[in-house]
């Protein structure tokens, strides 16, 4: 075994209904003055208005930011900053997707009133430094696992994104609740789930930092998110099944932020910076088209994840084949739960696909971690390939 370190959200509350205690989540944290970081959907959905009036009841003065876009610019992680001091904010939530998340964090680090960083500092992996503010994250969707990863992705020009990574990042409470997640458009569902699948494939699989506890959370996380995605993506009142999706989403997202995501990842930035093609969904295109790449090379623990992702419906043959039917059963996904299956249809234009390529290699921090070496001829022989 090589030796490994592994860190993670500090509390975890997995309760249907748990949302509604938050105020008091809060006071209990001796905050009394809280920011809630989200996107205009959340307000526009009335998600909050049950919520507000139980801080009222705790005493604790609280504001909320609603402007998250999806792939945030810098600009809203500065304003939501700005808010935050101008409010003297001593705890930050951040309830939504992973944008939402991702901005929250970058909010309880910024607006701490010792830190002297700027935003620009901070990029890369370990340069953010001091303290933060106490951070409570609730995810509204099952998939970014952000609620208990240390990574905050911005973006940072027309078609760039940069990573903050730090353990600074990891929140002090991630709330888990099912009913956030209820009557989600099954399109949404299903690209959150699949890109929580993918986070779990590529932790198993991770090249530098794989590690026996990231293992376990994987296979943990991808058999649950396996048994109940249809059923969520199909019912999406079903209760149960999305309690189950949230909970393999965070075990994922716990993986991934220690034995971290590869190639699938690295392709599916650009086509978020250049086609805004949602995250998820950006990874749901070119999975199967990834597993194929690395198959040569990754096919026995491919073959390892086959049970975990078939059930019952996994036929027994030799190790080429469980991993054969692993990858089958992946490329048939998008189309089983009513997302586009290739690139065309989703928006990308065919001569798009060398610039795609050639902005995956800036993906280098990723790239590392994939089982087999990517070239810029083996991007564009995928994207090729899931066009």
Known sequence: MQPFSFATTAQILCETGSVRRLGVLCRERGAQSVLIVTDPGITRLGMLDGLLPGFAAEEVAVQVFDQVLADPPEAVVMAA???????????????GGGSSMDVAKLVALLAHPLCLQKLADIYGVGNAKGQRLPLIQVPTTAGTGSEVTPIAIITTGATSKMGVVSPLLLPDLAVLDADLCLGLPPAVTAATGIDAMVHAIEAYTSKLKKN??????????????????????????????????????????????????????????????????????????????????????????????????????????SEQSLCEQFIQELSELNQRCGLPSRLRDAGVPAELLPRLACDVMQQQRLLVNNPREVSEADALAIYQAAF
């Open 212 to 317: 026996p506890l990231s293992d376990l959370l994987a296979r943990e996380a991808l058999r649950l998110l396996a048994a109940n995605l249809d059923a969520a993506v199909h019912d999406g009142q079903n209760r149960a099944a999305r309690q189950a999706m949230l909970l393999g989403s965070c075990l994922a997202g716990q993986a991934f932020a220690n034995a971290p995501v590869a190639a699938v990842h690295a392709l599916a930035y650009p086509l978020g910076g250049h086609v805004h093609i949602p995250h998820g969904l950006s990874n749901a295109l070119v999975l199967p088209h990834v597993l194929r790449f690395n198959a040569p090379v990754a096919v026995g623990l491919y073959a390892e994840l086959a049970p975990l992702l078939l059930g019952e419906r996994l036929q027994a043959g």
């Open 81 to 95: 900053v700005e808010q935050a001091r101008g409010m003297q904010a001593q705890l930050v939530v951040g309830f």
